[in-house]
């Protein structure tokens, strides 16, 4: 709130003999000093009143006003205890419907959630006397009843597979006989008491507007009247990859009930047969959308966009019509069994492959190669690595300057591009910030940006800092043709070095077209090297190359910095003073590797190597020592090997060796116990008794690094720093959620009821 200054409410007179040159602005500051009270008492009073509601209260004033209600304290994240309070009469009244349950568990987990009387799905033996006919009246034996319609007395129909994909999920509508096996809280158990709570961990990430890979348009042998001429293949990932695509989470609060779970609008995987146009075995319009555009890029989806929006240039195909299904393109080099019609997409959307079918090459072919685009939804755990997430930026913290020169990246005609926005830091003046605002494919070569040195490769000369981030709900690719290297124009020039701070945030870092063995990073003789939420190509991918089971690309580094910082000679190394720090903070990265001159800190990260050295030195020497290292929360997939370690909450899947083991502490950290070399450690656990299982530690997998709650040992999961998880989420305090859960459905749950928490996701 805008308050005016006591010295601005004086009489004219005083503040013109203040202005006076002899005593100017003295009057005023001493008036700022009684200013400074007042504001601060204005403060207090209005926390006072702010803290009367729990929409504004202080984080520490909800458990209070929950006293006043009679509410169980929880612990866990602010928002959920906050919501769980500001919702407690509203659920007290309802006396623990379905519906109630369901509100319940979004508010305490932000997860999707559907609640289900599993009693009613039992089947049964009619009575003459007292029929249940299907809803809506109609007998199953109606001759005006679809025959696809699921019978709750009968046996599974399988003539519709649009339903059948519900099979085992939350919105299974068949009937089954009682399971009277002792409920093990993973299985729904359809029995008289028992109560399914289903809920979808995983979050949805929708990526607005990028360009899809194109892999071939293809003619069609012997095309029939009314097939494709020609058949255009692409895969939705901008890389080429194999993705999973899911449906976007749409849900409507404010409904009496609260609306958290609809069949077609979860955040889980777009099932193939729901991708059909008629009902019932499809409902399209819940998954997929088409979008005529006219101008040179169209709108970013709205909040209630679909999984998958196909963009389509208007110069070609306004007027048209097209049609959509769902099949398996796992081989579509062999055609499909029904042939693709003209005017259809088909979509995989196991694999993340679509095929648009086409009349020409010529015209149509050329559009989609040039102006095709999609906006798609896959899913992760978490926040951690790149994804379309809403930032905040503080400019006037980073260096503390206010007014840094900004640059505006596109990749559409009217933007700057990377490459141009990467020229001119090698002269002295404000810290650059580049800010991406598509969710495009950015190709750089880093040997076209102006003032660049060839030192064993290209390389960026700096004389001032640089900050390359995404805007606010996007997601861009920064492909690199060359390794990124860093290093001062002035190496000696203390003052400049000592400015160098460089920053990626949101970007998603890869190579094209260079070895495996190479380094996105190979050169930072910098002050700092930071990246936030950004993801730097790990590979370890599944390959799209039709091999049985699916093969696994290699591993990319992600840093190698050698101990020289990649000067030649020694006098130039010895003028260059600084100690270069890197931090990854919510990033997922490929292998580490850093001479001793380096320290790496890890925020909530994920690393990995697969089987191979995660964290080490950048020397050909097996036996030589990595950098110092810090971890506050992170998951790490590889060896490990370093010269110092401290720092809590890092899950380590394989052997750890620290050479000095006399400095810094590792606190409620999980080992693996083999072997180990190992600083003071404090409360940590070691395997193979501390089991640890990831649902996927494929990269590109939905559940990439999430902790599998069932086989995972019961100490990773709870004994990590503040009591949650340990690992790359245990910022998200998942441990607490599910705790917190458990406790308010059984004061919620009707006696007699039984309830199972299953997740989906």
Known sequence: MSRERLFDRLPEIYRTRDADPSRYGQFEAYIGFMDEILEALDDHVETLYH????????????PYLGD?????????????????VARTVHLRRRCGTPGALESLAFNLTGWAAHAVELRERMVWNQHLNHQRPDAGGVPPGALDRHIADPVRHGTVNLRDPGVLGFLGGAFDGFARNADLRPRDGTTARVNLPNLALFVWRLRDHLVPVARPFEVATVEQTGPEEGEARFAARYTVDPLGREMRLFNTFRYNPGAEPPDFSVPDRTPGPMPAARLEEEEPTGNRDEYIAVDIFDGSRPDDPGADAVGLTVHLPGTVFAGTEWTTRGASLCAWEDGLRVPLREREIVVDPVHGRVLLGLADDATEGAALRSRLRLSHTCAAPGETGAWPVGRRFEETIWLGLAEPEVVRVTVHPGGTGLRAALSGLSEEGPPRIIEIADSMTHRVNLAD???????????????????????????PVVEFRQPLRLRPAEPGNVAQVAGLDIRFDGTF???????VAEAIVTRAAVNSLR??????????????????????????????????????????LEAFEELPEVVMENCVSGPVAMGP???LRLVNSTVDAGDGLAIGAADADALAWGPRTEVDGVTVLGRVRVREARGQGGLFRDRVEVRDHQTGCLSFCRFSGDADRLAQNFACVFGPAARVAFTSTVHGNPGYGQLDRVTTAREVLEDGPEADEMGAYGYQLNSHKFRNLGIRLREFTPVGVRTILKTVT
């Not at 803290?51 to 909800?62: G, K, N, P």
């Not at 009679?70 to 919501?83: E, F, S, Y």
């Not at 730097?536 to 049985?548: E, F, V």
């Open 531 to 572: 990246f936030v939420g950004v993801t730097l190509d790990p590979g370890g991918h599944h390959l799209l190359d039709g091999s049985a089971g699916g093969s696994l690309a290699a591993h990319q580094p992600a840093l190698f910095l050698e101990p020289d910082l990649g000067f030649d000679d020694a006098d130039t």
């Open 68 to 84: 006043m209600l009679g509410v169980t304290h929880l612990k866990g994240d602010p928002w959920t205890i906050r919501a769980d």
């Open 509 to 515: 870092l890869t190579l094209r077209n260079a070895p």
């Open 51 to 62: 803290d009367h509601f729990i929409e504004t209260c202080s984080d520490w004033m909800v």
């Open 449 to 475: 940006v102006d003032d660049i040195v060839d030192e064993d490769g290209p390389t960026l000369t700096l004389a001032r800092p640089f900050w390359i981030r995404a805007a606010t709900g996007q997601r």
């Open 597 to 599: 001159r380096y320290t």
